[in-house]
C-alpha cells in the first residue's frame, strides 16, 4: 500500500513537472527576462502569485507555476469527480483520478491551448485536456494587474466543488516586482 501511494506521488510529480514546462512555452510573453539589461522591450517587473490556502480537499495538490504569466497546476487523486468553477461560478474543469475535461461552455474555454481551433459554445460540452489527474493552465484570475504599484498585492481565490462537499476556495495573492535593473535606470 504504502509503495503504491509512494508510486502515485512520484508519477503525480513527475506530471506536474511536465506539464509546468509545457506551459512555459505556450505563454510566450514580448521582452521575456533573459534579454541583456538595458535591451528593447524588457519587462519592468515580474507578477508572481503565491497560494495562501489550498482549498482543503483531500487528495488535491496545488502550486503555482512560475513563467512570463503565472499558471496553477492542480492535480487530483480522489475517487469522487472534483470541478474547478469560472469566473461566473460555472463549471470551467472537471477532474477525475485518471483524466481532466474541460467544458467549452465555460468563458474560460477559450484560454487554454486546446481551444484553438473550436467554435465558442459548440455542441461538445465537456473535452478531455489531460490524461491523468493533473492539469495546470494560466488562469484569468491569476493575472490582475498590480503593475506600477510595487509591493502591493491582489488576492485571487478559484472555486473548487467536490462532488459530495460544499464549494471551497484555493486562495493566494499576486504582487508585482519591478526588476532591480529597470528600477536603477529610473532613477535620477
Known amino acids: 500500500m504504502r509503495r503504491k501511494v509512494l508510486q502515485r506521488a512520484r508519477s503525480a510529480s513527475i506530471t506536474m513537472l511536465t506539464t509546468g514546462a509545457v506551459i512555459a512555452t505556450l505563454a510566450p510573453v514580448p521582452g521575456m527576462a533573459h534579454q541583456p539589461p538595458g535591451a528593447e522591450g524588457a519587462p519592468e517587473g515580474i507578477l508572481r502569485a503565491s497560494i495562501v ?54 468563458r474560460h474555454w477559450q484560454t487554454l491551448p486546446q481551444s484553438k481551433g473550436s467554435e465558442p459554445g459548440s455542441e461538445t460540452s465537456w473535452v478531455q485536456v489531460s490524461g491523468s489527474g493533473s492539469f495546470g493552465w494560466v488562469d484569468p484570475r491569476l493575472t490582475a494587474h498590480t503593475e506600477g504599484r510595487p509591493d502591493q498585492t491582489t488576492d485571487w481565490h478559484i472555486p473548487v466543488k467536490p462532488e459530495a462537499s460544499d464549494s471551497t476556495a484555493i486562495t493566494g495573492r499576486l504582487s508585482w516586482r519591478p526588476l532591480a535593473n529597470h528600477a536603477s535606470n529610473t532613477q535620477p
Do not use: K, W
Open 53 to 106: 490556502h489550498e482549498g482543503g480537499v483531500d487528495a488535491m495538490q496545488v502550486m503555482i507555476l512560475d513563467a512570463p504569466q503565472p499558471a496553477i497546476m492542480l492535480s487530483y487523486r480522489g475517487e469522487e469527480t472534483l470541478t474547478v468553477l469560472d469566473s461566473d461560478n460555472q463549471p470551467f474543469l472537471r477532474f477525475h483520478g485518471d483524466r481532466v475535461e474541460a467544458s467549452t461552455q465555460s
